[in-house]
């Protein structure tokens, strides 16, 4: 059908015929002439630089790439699309002058023209295609009464021509040419009105949709290609034959008849009366109907019905033209279900929900919440601005965090709102910048959390309360503690009977178990605020396990309980780490280990997971027993505080069970996770890894290090020390602590007494060691008055309360350090060290016994020469009656345990300081390890080294 439009056009352009001009200049549709080479636009119709906006000069200068704003990939798809759809159109987007871009529908066929091919094209404004259908019918009427009227003209015509060829035969030979021009003339005027009508069917044809026309009756006499596709009927079946009630659903048909009647106040019938009944009155008749096709599927359309008339004005029948909307409707159905969901969950949101306009600040919409949690109606809050109920803000305020959110896109923060009844509420505000109807809005969730905020802060009082209560308690018992311990510990330094001796060491040992309590409920209240922290320093992992062989071997022969203390020999000699806390948690999993292990064994392992660099490196920690383990069930109870996975195990074990809660709490602190194994009636494994840094690999870096750790324990002759204490106990156990290394001490019983003594002998004391709880004047105020007459002089306070935040209140109030009570000897005379300019002397009193046994090492771990002795008769006893008595022979038959004696002799002789007995067994056990041979000079060197460390013991 396209090609007879062409055709039209090509004929009319041969004949020169003004009627081609008409055609195409006067048409009221859209029409271009197209280079297909280029794409340049040739010819545009008045009606095209109507549509387009532009001159015709304007459009006649541009292509059609430059009007259709598709990319060419989109073209090609739309291309795809029509062919899979058999549609003979396609629809594109085209740009008009104004920058608005429209719908449109294009019909394009190539046809010759001259000997230049061109593309004739048809363009249809889709968002007007109504208004165009009952334009193009009213033309169809119009354009019929012209032809017949042409044709009319020029059948009279045709008469007069035969009249003056009758008349004038004898003028025939003259007037041959001329006649048969007139003849060709008609032919062509004939021509005209064939290919106009043919142009008419062209366009009816060319429709998106369905055209059906009837007489006045109802009878069918045009259906259009698009009502095929619809319905499913072809044209031949319906033309003069069919009434168009055929395909309206009768149902619904008499349902519109009793409709129309109570609106129209007529009696209409059910029939075709129904369809045109507005028509005729000369009302709007565009309504829904559901068709049915030939299969009898349902279809809906929404159908506009228009009469023509003939040239008396009689109608003649009647042209509907139908648009199938099914798609239309389930998106409208889907847009009303997503409406009512989108409704249905803002109403059911908890908090207040707004659509905001940023621009007016005024709500576009809000739920229920939102109104009446400030108080107002619907229609009084509908008038409110942001700023209206802001609380805190400035309406510039409120201008700049708007733009701040369109530029990210979100926020998050709180604020104050204002009620109407001028209550200030606080709110969690999230907004979210979201586009509706092609505009930006924000879309903000207001939660009142003015009850969350005062339950916050009523639980910071709880807090605060609870903090100072820890720190009374931890002062209250740590008094009476720190005496204990002091008197206990200078007490064993005494020259004392054995049975005395014991007795006082189990004294020290109970009261360091309570410490140990106190300092678990401490810890756990700094893991409770966020306030644990790491000191980092330099430390030797070998110095690690020679603590915990002293601290946990003699309790493991005790229970009869085999314990296995084992590092890595490829670890390195000096890591960087926080020791206290690492001894503190593989002190918990050994206690823990020992505790639940009644028989069998325990180890700990200390090994290189992997060398990451030269100075970094990870490296794993293990302890494995053999004890009553967990069950499922036993195991989720383990990391709770101040419970144990059995309440029977706290009645028969003891504890508070914050051991693991703080082992956890401080692994977590190091950046690991603690790993759990454990299986009923087998025993545990507890595992953590910790990536370290390097600081020497052999130690000869560390070598002045270790000589300078070796005089820790000296002489402060001539160093005075001003001792501010309010109870005498304390007072003498640190006064004996400090006169034991030379130091001089004056003592004052508060903080008044202590100002008055240092002031009253200014430049005198290189020290003041300061209680902070005491009457008349605390050391906080004690300090700050001394601060004022002396900025460098050093203060160390002395708490039993431990907390971080007295540490801080430490600082705040002008002093330099603080030491925790009960007083470590060592740690107060480092603090001392560190804080005095003094010369030290290194205490001559210590005994050097060579290579064979390094006493001073053990002397230095064990604080007590006695007691370092007494490790070494233990060792003694186990050599000569003990597990090792026949250990040479187990080396000499190669017996399945002489591994795991020499590898449990190298510990424990390494832990004791036997230097050569250590290095023997460290050389066998890597043999051992590496399935090499055991020789008769090997068990000879152990039996040689045996014999010097008893020769060396007994000497001592």
């Known amino acids: ?49 109507e549509f387009y906006g532009y001159s015709k000069e304007e459009l006649t200068s541009k292509t059609v790439e430059q009007i259709n704003t598709l990319t060419p990939e989109q073209i090609k798809e739309e291309m795809s699309l029509a062919r899979s759809q058999n549609r003979d159109y396609f629809i594109f987007q085209h740009q008009l002058k104004n920058g608005k871009v429209k719908r449109v529908e294009v019909q394009s066929s190539p046809y010759e023209f001259g000997k230049k091919q061109l593309l004739f094209s048809i363009i249809g404004d889709l968002s007007e295609d109504r208004v165009e259908q009952q334009g193009l019918f009213r033309y169809q009427a119009r354009l019929e009464e012209d032809i017949a009227k042409k044709t009319k003209e020029l059948q009279s015509l045709y008469q007069k021509e035969r009249l003056l060829f009758f008349l004038s035969t004898l003028l025939l ?127 809906e359309v929404e159908l506009t019905i228009t009469e023509f008339r003939g040239s008396d004005g009689e109608v003649l029948g009647y042209i509907g033209v139908a648009t199938d909307i099914t798609k239309r409707k389930k998106q409208e159905k889907a847009l009303k279900e997503s409406e009512y969901l989108f409704k249905t969950i803002f109403e059911a949101f908890p908090d207040s929900a707004i659509i905001i306009d940023p621009q007016t600040k005024l709500p576009y919409t809000f739920n229920e919440v939102a109104h009446k949690r400030l108080g107002y109606t619907k229609e009084e809050f509908s008038r409110l601005t942001i700023n209206d109920y802001e609380a805190l803000e400035e309406p510039e305020e409120t201008k700049k965090r708007i733009h701040e959110i369109q530029e990210v896109g979100f926020s998050n923060f709180e604020t104050q709102h204002i009620t109407k009844s001028k209550e200030i509420i606080h709110v969690d505000v999230s907004v979210q910048m979201i ?188 302890v494995q027993d053999t004890g009553i383990g967990m069950s499922k069930a036993q195991k989720h109870k383990l990391f709770q505080p101040f419970s144990q996975a059995d309440s029977s195990t706290t009645r028969k074990y003891g504890g508070t069970g914050l051991g693991l809660v703080i082992t956890k709490n401080i692994i977590k602190a190091f950046g690991s996770e603690i790993v759990f194994e454990s299986k009923e009636g087998v025993g545990t494994t507890v595992g953590f890894e910790l990536e370290m840094k390097v600081q020497s690999w052999n130690g000869k870096e560390m070598q002045p290090v270790l000589e300078e750790k070796e005089q820790s324990f000296v002489a402060f002759d001539n160093l005075e020390v001003l001792l501010v204490e309010d109870n005498e106990i304390n007072q003498e156990v640190a006064s004996m602590m400090l006169e034991s290394v030379g130091i001089k001490v004056t003592t004052a019983n508060n903080g008044q007494e202590g100002v008055d003594t240092y002031l009253a002998n200014l430049g005198k004391y290189h020290l003041v060691l300061m209680d ?131 590898h449990t002799l190298k510990g424990v002789s390494g832990n004791v300081g036997a230097k050569e007995l250590y290095a023997v067994c460290l050389e066998i056990d890597k043999k051992y390890k590496q399935n090499q041979s055991i020789t008769d000079e090997d068990s000879k060197k152990v039996e040689n080294a045996i014999e010097n460390f008893l020769t060396k013991v007994k000497s001592l």
């Open 173 to 299: 030979a003259l007037f041959v040419a001329f006649l048969s021009y007139f003849i060709l003339k008609l032919k062509r005027a004939n021509q005209l009105v064939e290919l106009e009508k043919k142009f008419q069917e062209t366009l009816i044809d060319s429709m998106q949709s369905a055209l059906i026309a009837t007489d006045k009756d109802g009878l069918i006499m045009r259906f259009n290609k698009s009502a095929e596709k619809l319905l499913g009927y072809s044209a031949e079946e319906l033309i003069g034959k069919k009434n168009a009630a055929l395909f309206h659903d009768k149902e619904q048909t008499l349902q519109r008849a009793e409709a129309f009647s109570k609106e129209l106040a007529l009696d209409i019938k059910p029939g075709f009366q129904v369809f045109t009944i507005k028509t005729n009155l000369g009302l709007e008749n565009t309504q829904e109907w559901i068709y049915r096709r030939k299969d009898d599927t349902k279809v």
């Open 435 to 622: 586009e509706l109807f092609k505009k930006p809005f924000l879309f903000a969730v207001f939660r009142d959390i003015t009850k969350l905020k005062e339950a916050k802060t009523k639980a910071e009082e709880a807090n605060r309360s609870k903090s100072e209560f820890l720190a009374n308690m931890s002062h209250e018992i740590r008094t009476p503690m720190n005496a204990v311990i002091g008197f206990s510990q200078m007490l064993g330094e005494l020259e004392l009977q054995k049975e005395q001796k014991d007795l006082v060491e189990k004294i020290n040992s109970s009261s360091r178990i309570l410490l140990g309590i106190i300092n678990d409920i401490l810890d756990y209240s700094k893991i409770e605020a966020g306030k644990l922290e790491l000191e980092i320093e330099a430390l030797s992992l070998n110095h690690v396990v020679s603590q915990l062989w002293v601290m946990f071997e003699q309790r493991a022969k005790e229970k009869n309980v085999t314990l296995f203390i084992d590092e890595d020999e490829q670890l390195p000699a000096f890591v960087f780490s926080d020791e206290l806390r690492l001894t503190q948690v593989l002190t918990n999993l050994l206690s823990n280990a020992l505790k639940f292990t009644e028989n069998g064994e325990v180890k700990l392992f200390i090994g290189l997971k992997e060398k990451i660099s030269d100075t970094q490196v990870l490296i794993s920690f293990s």
């Open 1 to 49: 059908m396209r090609k007879i439009v062409l055709a039209i056009v090509l004929t009319l352009s041969l004949f020169a015929s003004p009627s081609f001009e008409e055609l195409f200049q006067k048409q009221n549709i859209v029409m271009l002439l197209i280079d297909p080479t280029s794409g340049a636009i040739v010819d545009a119709n008045p009606k095209a630089v």
């Open 772 to 902: 902070l709880q005491m009457p008349v004047l605390s050391g906080y105020d004690a300090a700050r008055k001394i601060r004022e007459h002396n900025q460098t002089v050093p203060i160390i306070a002395l708490t039993a309360a431990a907390m971080i935040e007295d540490r801080q209140k430490v600082l705040d109030a002008g002093m330099n350090d603080h030491l925790s009570k009960p007083i470590d000897k060592q740690e107060l005379f480092r603090v001392i060290k560190a804080f005095t300019s003094k010369e030290v002397e290194v205490s001559s009193q210590k005994r050097s016994t060579g290579a064979i046994i390094d006493l001073e090492t053990l002397n230095d771990i064990t604080n007590s020469e006695e007691l370092a002795y007494t490790l070494l008769q233990k060792l003694q006893s186990q050599l000569e009656t003990g597990e090792f008595a026949d250990i040479i022979q187990q080396i000499q038959n190669n017996t399945s345990n002489a591994h795991t004696l020499v």
